[in-house]
């Protein structure tokens, strides 16, 4: 039989990756592949503990809630840099900003509505 070491080893697994299985069930599963499998405790030491987090008070919830308001990221656009771009990437950059435009705008008329948001 090969030692469990020198199998987990060339095989990159670790005793973290059986924390579903029983001991009795990892020895059956080293047993099906001529493998020595580690001691009891040695086994279950390297289960994770299960650690419980406090209850979090309402002023922590009301703290993470202002942080996760969205603010408004001001956008600006250069001409020579808009210009380089097909008008697929014009409107992808309009949908991955969220902003309302006209699917029927021309390539000019995009850049237009752009270049108008940095004013804005």
């Given at each position: 039989?090969?030692?469990?070491?020198?199998?987990?080893?060339?095989?990159?697994?670790?005793?973290?990756?059986?924390?579903?299985?029983?001991?009795?069930?990892?020895?059956?599963?080293?047993?099906?592949?001529?493998?020595?499998?580690?001691?009891?405790?040695?086994?279950?030491?390297?289960?994770?503990?299960?650690?419980?987090?406090?209850?979090?008070?309402?002023?922590?919830?009301?703290?993470?809630?202002?942080?996760l308001v969205q603010?408004?990221?001001?956008l600006h656009y250069?001409?020579?840099?808009?210009?380089?771009?097909?008008?697929?990437?014009?409107?992808?950059?309009?949908?991955?900003?969220?902003?309302?435009?006209?699917?029927?705008?021309?390539?000019?008329e995009l850049i237009?509505?752009?270049?108008?948001?940095?004013?804005?």
């Amino acid at each position: 039989m090969i030692k469990w070491e020198q199998f987990a080893k060339r095989r990159k697994l670790k005793l973290q990756m059986f924390v579903s299985m029983e001991y009795t069930e990892y020895k059956s599963w080293c047993a099906a592949r001529k493998v020595e499998p580690v001691d009891e405790l040695k086994f279950t030491d390297s289960k994770p503990t299960i650690v419980t987090k406090p209850e979090a008070s309402i002023t922590d919830i009301v703290a993470k809630e202002k942080i996760l308001v969205q603010k408004e990221v001001a956008l600006h656009y250069s001409l020579a840099d808009l210009k380089k771009l097909r008008k697929s990437q014009l409107v992808g950059i309009c949908k991955k900003d969220k902003l309302d435009f006209d699917s029927g705008m021309t390539k000019k008329e995009l850049i237009d509505f752009l270049l108008s948001l940095n004013n804005s």
